[in-house]
C-alpha cells in the first residue's frame, strides 16, 4: 500500500519535471492571431518569420475583413472561440478593454525589456489604456496633415514653399486657388457620414479647445462654421458630404483640388498618379501659435482575457514589437513610436512629407478612448452634417451633439 | 399499422411529410430568426451578451426611445417616400415598355432579354456605377441635362439634402424596371386574343380595351408585383451603401439601412431589432396582398 503511495508520488514528481520540458519540445503552444492585414502588410510576414525560429510557439494567422473585425471579435468572443491575439481599430479598443475582454498587459509590460511605453507617441498608448492600465501595444499608426499643389500655388501667385499656417490663411488660400471655369475646388476633404468624418473635424475641433467631451465649445463651433465657409462658399465640392477620404484625395491627384486633408496612405498613389509637384504641411491651427492636434488611426494588438497561454502571446507580442523598425522600410506603415527613426527612401517628395507626418503624430490624439465610442462618433458626424447642409446653425448642431454625447457618457 | 405505412408510402401521410419538410425548413431558416428578432427587441442587449439567449427583458423600453429619437419620423418618411416612388417608377416604366414590347415587333423577345440585364446585376455594382453618373462635380447624368439646357448649374445628387433621397429612388427604379417588365409582359400574354378581337368588333378604342380588358385581366398579377415591389424596395441595401451611405444628415436614410447601422455601426443590437420588427409588419401585409392576389393561380 504505501509502496504504491510512494510509486505515485515519484511518478506524480517525475512528470510535474518533466512534462514543461516535454511540451516544450514535443507539443508547440499555439498561439491564434487574427488582423485584416494582406499578404504584403505586417501581420503575416512577421508571423511567417516568427515561426522560422522555432520557439516552441507557433503561431497561426487568420485575416479578417475591416467591417467583420468588432462582430467577428465579439461572435468569438461571446461564445468562447476568440483568438489569442487580434488587431482591433484604435476607437475600438476601449469598448473591450473596458468590458474585460481584454487582458491586462500593464505587469508584463512593467517586466518586458522589448515594450516599453515611454517609446511610443502619446496618441496611440492613451488609446491602450483603460482606467490606467495597458490593454494593449500600438500596432501602427496615422494621421492626418495638408497636402497642397504647389504648382497650383504658383499659378495663383501663392508662395509654394509657405503653405498656409492657420484657418483664415487656409480659407484665403482655397479662395485664390478655386477656379470654376477649370474644375478647380481650392480644398478636398471628407465630412462623410462615418467614422470618417469624425476623424476628420475632431482635430479642428481639439486645436481650437474642443473635444469628444466638449464639442460645442466655442472653439469648436468656430471650426465647423469655418468648414461651412468652404462648402457655402464652393471652395470645396459639396460632394464633401458624401465622399471618403480615398475619393477626395483622388480629384487633388487629378487636379480638380489645389489642397486635400488626408494621411499617409496617400502617399504611394500620389507619387504613381500625380503629375505635379506637391507637398505637405500641418494641419492649419486656429490662429498663429494655437494648440496643435492631429486625428489618430490604424490598429492596436490586444490579447483577449480568455486566452489559455498569456505568456506566450505576450512573447509573440514582443516579437512584433522588436519588428517595428522594418514598419516603414518593408510595409509602408508608420510605427507608433517616437525613438524610431525612420530611414530615408531616397524619394525626395515621400521624404519631406514623412518627416511633416512624423512631426504631425506628436499632437495626434485617440479618438475617445470610450467604450461607447461609435455612439459618440455618430453623434459628431450627425452634426457635422446638419450644419454643413444648413439645416442647423454650427452652434445648433454641436448642442445638440453635446446633449447626444451627455447621455452616452452619463 | 399496415395502414399508418401504407398512408406514408401513398395517401395522407405522403402528402404530409412533403409538406413538413419545406415547413420545417422555413420555420428553422425564418420563423426562428422572426421569432427570435421580436424578442430582441425587448430585451436589453449589448455586443457581450450577444451569445446569450437570458438578457435583462425591459419591456417597451427600446421602442419608446427609438420614437423619441429626432430622426424616427424623418426616416420613416424617407421609407414611405421610397417605397411609393420606386414602386410607381418601376411599375408604370415596366408596364410602359411591356406594352411596347407586346405589339411584337421584329427583335422585341431579344431586346426584352437585353432588359433583364439591369435585374442580374449585383446591386453594389449597380450602385457604384450610379454613384459615378450622379456625381456632383464629373457626374454624367449632370452633363446630359446641362447640355439639354434642363439646368444651369450642376446638381449635387448625392450630398444635396433635397435630391439625396431621390438619388436613391431614381438607380431603384433602374434596376427594378425590367423585373416589373417580365412580370408584366407574361401576365399580358396570358390574356385570350379573343377577347380583343370581339371587343374590336363591337367598336372598342384602343384605350377602352385596354381600360376594360387588359387592366382588369391583369389585376392579380398587378396585386403580385406590387406586393412583391414593396417587399424589394424595402430590402433595397445596396444602393443605399453605395450611394449616399444614408446621408447627408439621414435625409436619404430609411428603415433597412438604418437598421443596419444602429446594429452593426452603432453596435445597438436591441434597436436595429425593433426597427426590423416595424418592417415586419409592413413586409407581412404585402404578404398577405401577395399571397390573396395570386391564390386564383394554384389549380389542382
Keep these: 500500500m504505501s509502496i504504491r503511495k510512494y510509486a505515485m508520488l515519484g511518478a506524480f514528481a517525475l512528470a510535474s519535471v518533466s512534462l514543461p520540458a516535454l511540451s516544450a519540445s514535443a507539443e508547440d503552444v499555439t498561439i491564434s492571431v487574427w488582423s485584416l492585414d494582406r499578404d504584403i502588410q505586417p501581420a503575416p510576414n512577421l508571423i511567417k518569420d516568427f515561426n522560422k525560429m522555432n520557439t516552441g510557439i507557433k503561431v497561426e494567422y487568420r485575416q479578417i475583413q475591416f467591417d467583420d473585425v468588432v462582430s467577428e471579435a465579439m461572435r468569438a468572443y ?37 515594450v516599453k511605453p515611454e517609446n511610443y507617441f502619446k496618441g496611440p498608448l492613451a488609446s491602450v489604456t483603460w482606467d490606467g492600465k495597458y490593454y494593449g501595444i500600438p500596432k ?98 459639396p460632394d464633401t458630404l458624401t465622399r471618403s477620404q480615398w475619393d477626395a484625395t483622388g480629384t487633388f491627384n487629378s487636379g480638380n483640388a489645389a489642397m486635400a486633408i488626408s494621411g499617409p496612405w496617400e502617399i504611394d498613389r500620389m507619387l504613381a498618379e500625380a503629375k505635379f509637384d506637391w507637398g505637405v504641411a500641418l ?64 524619394e525626395p517628395k515621400k521624404d519631406a512629407a514623412l518627416q511633416v507626418f512624423v512631426e504631425q503624430l506628436k499632437y495626434a490624439k485617440p479618438r475617445g478612448p470610450h467604450p461607447a465610442w461609435p455612439k459618440i462618433s455618430k453623434a459628431i458626424q450627425d452634426a457635422i452634417q446638419a450644419a454643413l447642409t444648413g439645416q442647423m446653425s454650427s452652434k445648433e448642431a454641436l448642442d445638440q451633439a453635446a446633449e447626444k454625447i451627455k447621455a452616452v457618457l452619463g | ?31 426562428l430568426p422572426l421569432v427570435y428578432n421580436v424578442v430582441m427587441s425587448f430585451q436589453e442587449v449589448d455586443m457581450f451578451s450577444l451569445g446569450s439567449f437570458s438578457r435583462p427583458f425591459v419591456g417597451f423600453k427600446n421602442y419608446i426611445d427609438l420614437f423619441a429619437q429626432p430622426e424616427t419620423w424623418p426616416i420613416l418618411l424617407n421609407t414611405a417616400i421610397f417605397v411609393t416612388a420606386s414602386i410607381a417608377g418601376q411599375f408604370l416604366i415596366g408596364f410602359g415598355l411591356a406594352l411596347f414590347f407586346w405589339v411584337n415587333f421584329p427583335g422585341a423577345s431579344w431586346l426584352r432579354g437585353l432588359f433583364l440585364v439591369s435585374w442580374v446585376m449585383p446591386g453594389l455594382v449597380v450602385g457604384a456605377i450610379w454613384n459615378w453618373i450622379l456625381s456632383g462635380d464629373f457626374g454624367v447624368l449632370n452633363f ?28 431603384n427604379i433602374w434596376l427594378g424596371t425590367s423585373f416589373n417588365m417580365i412580370l408584366l409582359s407574361v401576365g399580358l400574354s396570358g390574356i385570350p386574343k379573343d377577347l380583343y378581337e370581339a371587343a374590336e368588333l363591337d367598336g372598342a378604342n384602343a384605350f377602352q380595351r385596354f381600360w376594360t380588358i387588359t387592366l382588369p385581366m391583369m389585376r392579380s398579377t398587378i396585386g403580385a408585383i406590387v406586393a412583391l415591389g414593396l417587399i424589394f424596395t424595402l430590402q433595397q441595401f445596396d444602393l443605399f451603401a453605395a450611394i449616399t451611405s444614408g446621408g447627408p444628415n439621414n435625409t ?18 436591441a434597436k436595429g431589432a425593433t426597427i426590423s420588427v416595424i418592417m415586419i409588419v409592413f413586409v407581412m401585409f404585402a404578404s398577405v396582398v401577395y399571397v390573396r392576389s395570386t391564390r386564383h393561380e394554384v389549380r389542382g
Design chain 2, 144 to 171: 446630359l441635362l446641362r447640355e439639354t439646357g434642363v439646368i444651369s448649374g450642376n446638381i449635387f445628387w448625392r450630398s444635396d439634402p433635397n435630391y439625396s433621397l431621390w438619388a436613391v429612388i431614381i438607380a
Design chain 1, 283 to 346: 494641419l492649419p491651427v486656429p490662429e498663429a501659435g494655437a494648440e496643435r492636434s492631429s486625428a489618430m488611426g490604424d490598429f492596436n494588438w490586444a490579447v483577449f482575457a480568455n486566452t489559455e497561454h498569456p505568456e506566450e502571446a505576450f512573447k509573440v507580442l514582443e516579437y512584433f514589437v522588436s519588428q517595428d523598425d522594418r514598419m516603414f522600410k518593408d510595409f509602408g506603415q508608420l510605427p507608433p513610436r517616437s525613438d524610431i527613426a525612420i530611414p530615408a527612401t531616397g
Design chain 2, 1 to 31: 399499422m399496415k395502414r399508418i405505412l401504407s398512408s406514408i408510402t401513398d395517401g395522407r401521410g405522403f402528402d404530409i411529410g412533403l409538406v413538413s419538410l419545406p415547413l420545417a425548413f422555413l420555420f428553422v431558416l425564418s420563423g
Design chain 1, 140 to 237: 501602427a499608426t496615422n494621421t492626418i496633415a495638408l497636402y497642397y499643389n504647389k504648382d497650383m500655388f504658383k499659378a495663383k501667385g501663392l508662395d509654394p514653399n509657405k503653405p498656409p499656417q492657420t484657418w483664415d490663411e487656409l480659407v484665403e488660400a482655397a479662395r485664390k486657388l478655386t477656379d470654376p471655369a477649370q474644375n478647380v475646388y481650392g480644398i478636398t476633404f471628407s465630412a462623410k457620414a462615418n467614422e470618417e468624418g469624425t476623424f476628420q473635424f475632431l482635430p479642428w475641433a481639439q486645436m481650437a479647445g474642443g473635444g469628444y467631451d466638449n464639442i460645442n465649445a466655442e472653439g469648436a463651433v468656430k471650426a465647423l462654421d469655418v468648414w461651412k465657409t468652404i462648402i457655402d462658399e464652393k471652395l470645396a465640392s
Design chain 2, 252 to 269: 436619404s436614410n430609411v428603415t433597412q439601412y438604418w437598421a443596419w447601422d444602429l446594429s452593426f455601426r452603432q453596435y445597438d443590437f
Design chain 1, 78 to 114: 461571446s461564445t468562447g472561440q476568440a483568438p489569442d491575439i487580434i488587431a482591433v481599430d484604435n476607437p475600438e479598443h476601449a469598448l473591450f478593454a473596458s468590458r474585460g475582454a481584454f487582458l491586462d498587459l500593464s505587469e508584463m509590460i512593467a517586466k518586458s525589456s522589448v
